[in-house]
């Protein structure tokens, strides 16, 4: 079953700040986010593992919460290059490890002038 | 970036010939993961790999099988492609399991016609 990711789309001015985000449905061990720009491959943001050890990128924060089994990615004072689309992707406790990811549906986020 | 090619780019083939689409990596990775991307489905995993000749089965994993004899080299193959499996497949691999990120190819656009 597919993590749900709100909201489906947003418009933003640069500048102004935006939250994604992802909630499952299942116990989770680790949160990944992923940005994909139109007609390229899906690049790498950030993890979240359960026990709050994080890792990704500088500019970018985002939560976990371990007990709701959500999680939340923040972008501030955004810039027209965050423009894309975000995906949550959800390994949960009973998968057995691999890293087997089950993605959202995805955010498109667009940054205007 | 990762070294991770997949070939080939584009294909256009008939309902009912066989296919393979195949990803190679040059990070020495353990992990090889195939995804097939659909609007509205996000991404979705088809098999994965957690080592040579080692392979299992992902959530959407009918009518499609896979092989891994080599470190590099994974392939999917679609035994007898239906317009169904029209998509974009994106190949990923990861160091290991845990903490560790998920590099994607740049994909293989395929039309079953």
């Known amino acids: 079953q597919q993590p749900v990711q709100s909201p489906q789309a947003v418009i933003l001015r640069e500048g102004e700040d935006a939250v994604i985000n992802c909630s499952s449905s299942k116990a989770l061990y680790s949160v990944h986010w992923y940005r994909q720009k139109h007609g390229e491959a899906p690049v790498f943001l950030m993890i979240l593992l359960k026990g709050g050890e994080q890792k990704g990128h500088e500019k970018i924060s985002a939560s976990f919460n371990e007990k709701k089994q959500q999680s939340s990615l923040y972008l501030t004072a955004s810039q027209l290059s965050y423009s894309g689309t975000y995906f949550c992707g959800t390994e949960n406790l009973l998968t057995g490890g691999g890293n087997k990811l089950t993605f959202g549906t995805g955010t498109q986020l667009k940054v205007e002038l | 970036d990762a070294g991770i090619t997949q070939s080939p780019r584009h294909k256009v083939t008939e309902t009912g010939t066989p296919v393979t689409l195949r990803c190679h990596q040059t990070e020495n990775h353990r992990y090889m993961y195939w995804y097939r991307q659909d609007p509205g489905h996000g991404l979705r995993l088809i098999h994965y790999?957690?080592?040579?000749?080692?392979?299992d089965k992902g959530e959407v994993s009918d009518g499609y099988s896979v092989s891994r004899s080599k470190t590099e080299d994974f392939l999917l193959t679609l035994e007898s492609a239906t317009s169904s499996q029209t998509s974009v497949y994106f190949c990923?691999?990861?160091?290991?399991?845990?903490?560790?990120?998920?590099?994607f190819g740049p994909g293989t656009r395929l039309t079953v016609t």
């Open positions: 990923a691999i990861s160091e290991s399991t845990g903490k560790y990120e998920q590099y």
């Open positions: 790999s957690y080592g040579v000749k080692d392979t």
